[in-house]
């Protein structure tokens, strides 16, 4: 059985706002690494040419596939609530030590 749509509405805005902060800082470069001229007071790290709308499709598309992966997940029970909780220890006995 699938959750309500509103249910599946949160789950899936979880999904954008984790990927967002994955996809944010892969492809950008500093204006050292493209070889433009620092504004002065600007911090060395800070990006140069930052595309937002960019980014926004990117997370759009990944948090996409990751929902798709959940909602199979949830429709063929590949990991149940059971497996997760075999990789607990027993009630009353401690996690081992590495």
Known sequence: MMPPWYSMLAIYLLFWVFTLFLV???????????GAEEVPGQAGSAP??????????????????????????????????ADLEALLPAPGRSVPEL
Do not use: C, D, Q
């Not at 944010?24 to 493209?34: D, N, S």
């Open 24 to 34: 944010l800082p892969y492809g950008v470069k500093t204006a050292r690494e493209v």
């Open 48 to 81: 140069h040419g930052f595309s937002l709308p960019r980014k926004l499709v990117a997370t759009t598309l990944v948090s996409a596939l990751f929902f798709g992966i959940f909602l199979l997940n949830w429709r063929m029970e590949w990991v149940t609530r």
